[in-house]
Every structure is written in structure tokens, then in C-alpha cells.
């Protein structure tokens, strides 16, 4: 049983990874996620990019919800932007992913700041619709201005490439898209545990009281909507090279409220919590279909009935779990760590 | 004794029907593959569309249409989205490796298209009209199973061009600011200049819009002779028209496939007297067609119990028409199935007859451009032919 770490330094009292368990631990997720697509087939493959896309666009709003508090029902128009720059950026002016991406991710932060002022004066439910609007107004210019965008038909994106090599499979694009995210799974870590981390996480608990303590208010509020956005800007241009094309209709609302979903079912606050969240969000219909596919097969009839259940039994999931665990997948990950760590002497 | 006497019988007669069939055991597989909207916005149509592509191959594999060959039909739920619909194409593909794929969605038919061309090249056709999957050159697998909203803008302004009066025709486009709604009206605007019919007015809403008030009042300062919707399934037809009527118009109202099942005459009640609009395909009612009736027939057979089936069934059901021809020339040119030979087939397809399903289809640019118009029964709840086949130019 492991019953403490000894640590002789703040520094490592402070560091991502405590343990030696924890970075050997590390260690063989970073070798199992090299070896990843060699293994893996087009299907896993195809969810694994889809999957990082979303944790990373996820994470975007975990730092603005989670971390500081503040909501946002327009995350999927951030990224629809940063996707559109980056697509009418590679396709019109034929710039690499390395400049068009970050590019996007610009853009996405210049629009996050403008959105995110009026955080200062409203608040919850109100803020929620005052960045709704960020939704509508971006769906409408991604609709209709059509010399830039390509209107309703959108527009097609040639595969990024690296020194001539072209990263069109999902096994090949897997390699940027899943580098970029964990860096910025990494940023994110490393933002919590900086002064600006702290600022955030003072203005959730209590604005009043931050600003006492002389955390700026508004400077914080932005920056947080600044990074946000950042993270959705940079998952929409890493989504513009898996998909290799783009419409307005690649970001709706109901995407906005998916990121919501998986920050709430991963854990609101939690860097971990965000990849468990995207995980469920994806992988549990996947599952699901898997078995309505089993279930099939014994009783052909039923597929009416239990294509549309799929969806009830994913629904009751998230309701179940949340009433069970509201602090969200972090937490049970946590707790089963615990049992595991202090077995047989807890329980 | 008795007991034994029989069990010979049933072995003997077994051992017989094997040695009848010797083909069936040795046909050759071509595997089906399709991301159905079973669930979802789009499940109205995506249940009708499986059933009726899947009833027609089992029909195929039934009547050995394609001698040699055994049709096997795989299918998921796609649940109209487009991440999911690749998702389940991708694995489809990897799992079944079928020939032929079908696709739920104009999106997922953009989104899989690079991926279909340079790797997958299978024969693929999907529950879209749009216009952009029908072009050769970006979408060399992929097919239109009938007309693109194109093409069926083009009937309509052919049916109203053929029966104008003495003065000229004057029309309004009311569409959704969708692909859908928005993917037809750049030809359509160049056709109806080229056949001489003014239009007079562009009405854009929100899909699904209900409240059309000042839309209504846009219609009857320009009193159009004809309104073409496009866009939409019913919501704001049915408002449209019913407004329209009580401030006394004149005008005629049409629509396009999606706005033409039965649901819209049943909601219109009444109102429904004149609606147009047009159909790629015959109706499940259709007394004339051959090939409807061995559609009918086969329903009786298989589930006696069903007395409509609406025209995304047809869909389905012609969409299979076309994958089973398309085999059936590739095997006669003795050629192998590969997705490369079955799309390169569908332009050989001219003037062929599908049994009154259609009009007589012929492929050009991987699209049937050939539709009828309609008028509503409003009485007997059905529609009725208003014009014979027209193909599009």
C-alpha cells in the first residue's frame, strides 16, 4: 500500500506528475498512443482524431465553465471560426497547416475577447444567452457571406502536408492532430498551477472577494474567454484537416451544447475530467450501437425499436450518472484510484 | 417403420433441393453496404429508404436477377449526423468491404468524398437531390438515384413554360436558407429566364419558419401565378398556403420531392385541392406501372398489413433498381464487380425502362433527370398525374 510521497522541494510538490507511478503510467499511454495507428483500423482510428478534436475544443470550455466560472452556449461558433480561417486560409491562399492553424486560433481569440466583454456587467443565464448570440450571429456570416466562406456549400480543404508528405489518412493526421492536443492538454495543466490559474479559479468562487484580493476583474474574465476560444479556434483548424471540408452546418448549436455535455459529464474544473467526458460522449453511442448490432442478430425484427432506445439509454446514462456523481467521471476516476491505493484498508 | 419411412422422404427430398441449386451455393457475393437515418431529424424518410433499397436487393437475390450473383445487404444507424454517418461508413468499409455503399446525407456524401475517391471506390448513392454530388469530375462513384432539385425545378418550369397563356408567367422561389433550400435556385433563375417566365419574387426563411405573415403579404403585392417551395417538408407550406388563400390569391403552389408524400395533402385537408408539385417517382397507388405493382405485390407478400408506402420507400427502392442494373451490366460485360466498373457502367445506362417506377432514365453527368408533376387530390387524398414524364435540360 502506498501511503505517502516524499517530496524535499516545493517545485516537486508542485509538478504535473507527483509519482514515479504516475509517470510510468504516463510513459506507457504516450507509447500506447504512438503505437496507436499502427495498430488500430480505419473506424478506431477515425474516432480516436474525432475524439482528440473534441477533448481539445472541450478543454477550451472547461477552462472558461471550470475553471472561471463564466458560461457559454457559442464554444462551437469559436471554433467554426477558427475552422473557416484556417480553410479559406490553406484552400484560397495555399498557406501550411503550421501557419493557417495558428491563424485561426488568432482569429478565434480577437472574437473571444469582443464576446466575452460583456461578462463583466451580466452573469450566469444571462451570459449564457448574450453568447448564444455569438452562435447565431457567426452561423449567419459562415451562411451567407458567400464570396469568402463559399456560402452553404462551404468549401474544400487540400490535406495539410509535412516536407512533401501528405497527411491525408486519419492514421497519418492522428499524429498532428493528437501532438497538438496533448500540448495543449499540457498548456492547460500548466495554466491551472500559474497566477493566471489561480485568478480564474478566484473569480468562480467569488468575484467579490477576488477582487478584493486584487485579481482584475475584467482583465481575468477576458483572458479567459481569450483562451477559450483559442482552444475551440485551434480545434477548428485541426477539425478543417480531418474532415478536408467544411460547411456552415459543421457547427451548430447542438455541437456548443455537446462541449457542454462532456465538461459536465468529465468533471468542471478537471484537465483529466475533460478527456473521460469526450471519451463517454463518443465512445458510449459507439458502444451502444455495437450492441443494438448483437441484439440484432438474435432478433432481426427489433431494429425499430432499438435504434431509437440507443439514444434513451445513452440520455438516462447522463442523468443517472450525474445524480450519482455530480462532480462527473473525474471524480469516480479518483475514487476508484483511492480504493485501488488504499486496499485492503479502505473501502 | 413409419417414422423412418418419413425421415428418408425429408432426406431424400433435402438432398434433391440441394442438388437442384447448385448455383445458389456458388453465387458469388456482392455485399451492400448503407448508413441509414434511422434515427434522428431525418428517420421519417431513412426507415422508408432502408426498407425499400433492402426489400428490393432481397427481391433481386428472390427473382436471380443478376444471374450468378447474391445480393447481401448490410446496414447501420447513422442517425442523421454527419460525424457519425463517416463514422459508420468507415466502418462498414472496414468491417464488410461491400462494392456499393448507400449514404444518408448531401453532408456526409461531401465529407467522405475525398476518401471515397482516392481510397474506398465503391459505387455510392445516398438519400441527397443536391446538385454538387452529381458532377463526375469531383464525385466519380457517386450517383443520383433520380434528379437533382435542379433538375426538378427544371420539370416544373417546363410544366408551367408548356401551359402559359397568352401573357408571361410570372413565378416566385420560396426556399429555406439551407443547402437544401438554396442548392436548385442559381439554375433555377437561368431556366425560367431561358423559357421566358419572370421571376417575380424571392422569399428566404428559416427552415421550419412558421410565422409567415409578412411573407404572405410579399406573395400578394407581386400575386405570382405560380410559388415553387423548396426546402422544406411541410412546415411553412402548409401555413403559406392557407394565408395565401384567405386573402384571395390566385396563385398555383408547387413543390419538390420532399413536399410531395401524402402528409402534406393530410395536413392541408381541403386546402390541398390544386397543390403541385413534382415526384421522380410513381406513387405505391400507381394502377399503371408494372414495376409498381411488383412493388405492391411483394408488400402484400411480405407484410400484408402495410397499404401505403411513401416515396422515400420508392427511393429506396429504385436506388436499389440502379445498383442491381449497374451489376448486372458489369456482369455481362464480364467484367469483375469493383466499384471502379460499376460507375463506370452508369452512363451506359439510356432509355432504360424501370417499369413505370420512372420515366425511361437515362444517366448523364451520374443523374436521371427526369420527373412528373402532380396535382393534389384533395377528395380522395392522393395525387394524380398533371403532366407525362418530363426530363430536364
Same mark, same amino acid.
Given at each position: 500500500m502506498l501511503i505517502g510521497n516524499y517530496k524535499e522541494t516545493y517545485a516537486s510538490d508542485e509538478a504535473l506528475f507527483r509519482t514515479p507511478a504516475t509517470r510510468a503510467w504516463m510513459a506507457v499511454g504516450a507509447l500506447a498512443a504512438l503505437l496507436f495507428p499502427f495498430l488500430a483500423g480505419d473506424y478506431l482510428l477515425y474516432l480516436?482524431?474525432?475524439?482528440?478534436?473534441?477533448?481539445?475544443?472541450?478543454?477550451?470550455l472547461n477552462i472558461l465553465i471550470g475553471f472561471t466560472g463564466q458560461i457559454s452556449l457559442g464554444h462551437a461558433a469559436f471554433m467554426g471560426l477558427g475552422a473557416y480561417t484556417t480553410a479559406i486560409l490553406a484552400s484560397r491562399l495555399g498557406l501550411p497547416f503550421w501557419l493557417s492553424i495558428p491563424a485561426g486560433g488568432a482569429l478565434a481569440t480577437a472574437a473571444g475577447m469582443?464576446?466575452?466583454?460583456?461578462?463583466?456587467?451580466?452573469?450566469?443565464?444571462?451570459?449564457?444567452i448574450a453568447t448564444l448570440s455569438a452562435q447565431v450571429i457567426f452561423e449567419w456570416v459562415f451562411t451567407n457571406w458567400t464570396s469568402v466562406t463559399g456560402g452553404i456549400r462551404g468549401l474544400n480543404v487540400p490535406p495539410a502536408s509535412v516536407a512533401g508528405f501528405r497527411l491525408d489518412t486519419d492514421g497519418r493526421i492522428y499524429f498532428l492532430i493528437v501532438a497538438v492536443t496533448v500540448v495543449h492538454f499540457l498548456l492547460a495543466s500548466n495554466l491551472r498551477?500559474?497566477?493566471?490559474?489561480?485568478?480564474?479559479?478566484?473569480?468562480?468562487?467569488?468575484?467579490?472577494?477576488?477582487?478584493?484580493?486584487?485579481?482584475?476583474?475584467?482583465?481575468?474574465?477576458?483572458?479567459?474567454?481569450?483562451?477559450?476560444?483559442?482552444?475551440?479556434?485551434?480545434?477548428g483548424g485541426l477539425w478543417v484537416y480531418f474532415t478536408k471540408v467544411i460547411t456552415p452546418e459543421s457547427f451548430p448549436l447542438s455541437l456548443s451544447i455537446q462541449f457542454l455535455a462532456i465538461v459536465i459529464v468529465g468533471g468542471l474544473g478537471s484537465?483529466?475530467?475533460?478527456?473521460?467526458?469526450?471519451? +463517454?460522449?463518443?465512445?458510449?453511442?459507439?458502444?451502444?450501437?455495437?450492441?443494438?448490432?448483437?441484439?440484432?442478430?438474435?432478433?432481426?425484427?427489433?431494429?425499430?425499436?432499438?435504434?431509437?432506445?440507443?439514444?434513451?439509454? +445513452?440520455?438516462?446514462?447522463?442523468?443517472?450518472?450525474?445524480?450519482?456523481?455530480?462532480?462527473?467521471?473525474?471524480?469516480?476516476?479518483?475514487?476508484?484510484?483511492?480504493?485501488?491505493?488504499l486496499w485492503p484498508f479502505a473501502k | 417403420m413409419?417414422?423412418?419411412?418419413?425421415?428418408?422422404?425429408?432426406?431424400?427430398?433435402?438432398?434433391?433441393?440441394?442438388?437442384?441449386? *447448385?448455383?445458389?451455393?456458388?453465387?458469388?457475393?456482392v455485399t451492400v453496404g448503407a448508413c441509414q437515418p434511422i434515427t434522428g431529424r431525418f428517420a421519417f424518410a431513412g426507415i422508408a429508404i432502408n426498407a425499400g433499397l433492402q426489400d428490393y436487393l432481397t427481391l433481386a437475390n428472390e427473382k436471380q436477377l443478376v444471374p450468378g450473383r447474391r445480393f447481401n445487404y448490410v446496414y447501420e444507424d447513422s442517425g442523421y449526423d454527419t460525424e457519425k454517418a463517416v463514422a459508420c461508413f468507415k466502418q462498414i468499409m472496414a468491417k464488410h468491404s461491400p462494392v456499393i455503399m448507400y449514404g444518408e446525407s448531401t453532408g456526409l456524401g461531401k465529407a467522405i468524398a475525398p476518401e471515397l475517391n482516392s481510397r474506398y471506390k465503391v459505387l455510392y448513392a445516398s438519400a441527397s437531390f443536391s446538385s454538387e454530388l452529381a458532377d463526375p469530375k469531383t464525385h466519380p462513384y457517386s450517383f443520383i438515384s433520380g434528379p437533382t432539385y435542379s433538375d426538378m425545378f427544371g420539370v416544373l418550369l417546363e410544366y408551367i413554360a408548356r401551359n402559359k397563356g397568352a401573357a408571361k408567367p410570372k413565378v416566385a422561389f420560396f426556399y429555406s436558407d439551407t443547402e437544401f433550400g438554396k442548392d436548385p435556385i442559381p439554375y433555377a433563375r437561368k431556366r425560367a429566364a431561358e423559357l421566358g417566365i419572370e421571376v417575380v419574387n424571392e422569399i428566404v426563411t428559416k427552415a421550419g419558419a412558421v410565422d409567415v405573415t409578412s411573407e404572405v403579404l410579399q406573395l400578394k403585392k407581386t400575386n405570382p401565378d405560380?410559388?415553387?417551395?423548396?426546402?422544406?417538408?411541410?412546415?411553412?407550406?402548409?401555413?403559406v398556403i392557407r394565408a395565401t388563400k384567405d386573402f384571395g390569391l390566385k396563385t398555383r403552389f408547387m413543390g419538390t420531392f420532399w413536399s410531395m408524400d401524402k402528409g402534406i395533402i393530410d395536413k392541408l385537408g381541403p386546402d390541398?385541392?390544386?397543390?403541385?408539385?413534382?415526384? *421522380?417517382?410513381?406513387?405505391?397507388?400507381?394502377?399503371?406501372?408494372?414495376?409498381?405493382?411488383?412493388?405492391?405485390?411483394y408488400n402484400q407478400k411480405v407484410r400484408p398489413e402495410v397499404k401505403y408506402q411513401p416515396n422515400s420507400y420508392i427511393q429506396g427502392w429504385f436506388t436499389g433498381m440502379v445498383y442491381v442494373e449497374a451489376v448486372r451490366r458489369v456482369v455481362a460485360a464480364r467484367k469483375p464487380v469493383t466499384g471502379e466498373n460499376l460507375a463506370a457502367v452508369l452512363d451506359t445506362i439510356k432509355d432504360w425502362d424501370t417499369g413505370g417506377v420512372t420515366g425511361k432514365v437515362t444517366f448523364v453527368n451520374h443523374k436521371a433527370g427526369v420527373g412528373r408533376v402532380y396535382r393534389a387530390n384533395a377528395q380522395k387524398g392522393v395525387f394524380e398525374p398533371a403532366s407525362d414524364w418530363i426530363y430536364s435540360k
Open positions: 480516436a482524431d474525432l475524439m482528440a478534436i473534441l477533448a481539445l475544443g472541450a478543454l477550451g469582443v464576446v466575452g466583454v460583456p461578462s463583466l456587467r451580466i452573469k450566469g443565464l444571462y451570459l449564457a498551477r500559474s497566477r493566471w490559474g489561480r485568478a480564474f479559479v478566484a473569480v468562480r468562487d467569488r468575484d467579490v472577494a477576488a477582487e478584493i484580493v486584487g485579481v482584475n476583474l475584467f482583465r481575468t474574465k477576458i483572458l479567459s474567454f481569450m483562451v477559450s476560444s483559442y482552444y475551440a479556434g485551434i480545434a484537465v483529466k475530467g475533460t478527456v473521460y467526458g469526450t471519451i +463517454f460522449m463518443t465512445l458510449v453511442p459507439e458502444v451502444l450501437k455495437a450492441g443494438t448490432g448483437v441484439a440484432r442478430a438474435v432478433w432481426p425484427d427489433a431494429q425499430s425499436y432499438l435504434f431509437p432506445l440507443r439514444d434513451v439509454v +445513452f440520455g438516462l446514462l447522463i442523468v443517472v450518472f450525474l445524480i450519482f456523481e455530480p462532480h462527473g467521471l473525474a471524480e469516480v476516476w479518483n475514487r476508484v484510484k483511492r480504493f485501488f491505493s | 413409419r417414422h423412418w419411412t418419413r425421415l428418408a422422404a425429408t432426406l431424400s427430398a433435402a438432398a434433391l433441393a440441394a442438388l437442384a441449386s *447448385p448455383a445458389r451455393a456458388a453465387d458469388e457475393v405560380y410559388v415553387i417551395f423548396q426546402g422544406y417538408i411541410l412546415s411553412p407550406i402548409v401555413e390541398a385541392e390544386g397543390y403541385m408539385g413534382v415526384n *421522380p417517382y410513381a406513387y405505391f397507388y400507381d394502377e399503371s406501372a408494372p414495376g409498381i405493382a411488383a412493388m405492391r405485390a
